[in-house]
């Protein structure tokens, strides 16, 4: 399946990291340097392609600025902005420009959130009954809830992930995504299954990855800061949040949309 045979285009990375305890079997939550949460972030673009062209027209522009280019993140040698964008790493200046750029380019994004005080609190359970909390099972049950009513439409779908590591995991990836499809027919019988293509790439190969990065980003420092400009610079843009460890009214989190937009009041105060 050709890139230009696809009409759906998806994009998926992470934020934070699944960090839960030191060597010594004790919590590592609120040890300066280890997220709070764990969040996972699919972001759609009509027009990727186009995407990648203007990321790339803006990084040379910025690259050229004589105020900027002098910044260490901006230094080639520092393989960071001259690379890629990456949101926690650009400088405020930067940071500004590609949100401004991003929200032209309307994109959707879709976040799944793990808190991990609840992760905690579930590996601790796992291991008094004698099994583990996998990394990888935490990051492909996401997968499985942010995609679950995502792969029915169009002729074809391809799904670009952010590399984790160095094993290959397309195999598993393209498991967990038959198991969404699985859990949405379960609900709504029968439906088309147009072909996947599952790819695993790195940002600065991919344009998308660098949206769905900043994305990502922004939905984190609101959740994690309480910093919320620029959240609500791209509210419109969001579809779909997800808060699983949320239970105060459903048992399976808290989903907010168009429909239950998150605020700042709504939103349940973050552990760490």
């Given at each position: ?152 439409k169009g002729d074809a779908i391809r799904i ?6 160095k094993r290959n995991r397309d195999e598993a ?100």
């Amino acid at each position: 399946m050709l890139e230009s045979d696809c009409d759906h285009h998806y994009f998926v990375d992470e934020a934070g990291d699944l960090s839960l305890f030191n060597k010594r079997g004790e919590s590592l939550l609120g040890t300066p340097g280890v997220s709070k949460t764990f969040m996972l972030g699919v972001a759609w673009l009509r027009d990727p392609a186009d995407a990648a062209l203007r990321l790339t027209e803006l990084r040379n522009r910025l690259l050229a600025d004589e105020i900027l280019n002098t910044v260490p993140s901006m230094l080639p040698e520092a393989k960071k902005t001259a690379v890629a964008f990456h949101a926690k790493d650009d400088i405020q200046e930067v940071r500004a420009e590609v949100f401004r750029l991003i929200r032209s380019l309307q994109p959707r994004f879709w976040i799944a959130i793990r808190r991990k005080s609840s992760l905690i609190d579930l590996a601790r359970t796992r291991h008094a009954s004698g099994s583990r909390l996998n990394a990888n099972e935490i990051y492909d049950d996401l997968v499985k809830r942010t995609f679950r009513d995502r792969l029915h439409k169009g002729d074809a779908i391809r799904i670009s992930f952010a590399r984790r590591g160095k094993r290959n995991r397309d195999e598993a990836l393209s498991a967990a995504l038959q198991a969404a499809r699985k859990n949405f027919m379960k609900k709504h019988g029968e439906v088309d299954s147009p072909p996947l293509r599952v790819l695993s790439n790195v940002p600065s190969q991919d344009a998308g990855l660098q949206i769905a990065d900043y994305g990502l980003w922004a939905v984190q420092r609101a959740f994690e800061r309480d910093e919320w400009r620029y959240f609500e610079y791209l509210r419109d843009r969001y579809r779909l949040i997800i808060d699983l460890d949320d239970k105060r009214h459903k048992p399976y989190g808290t989903y907010y949309s168009d429909r239950n937009p998150l605020t700042s009041k709504k939103k349940k105060p973050v552990e760490g």
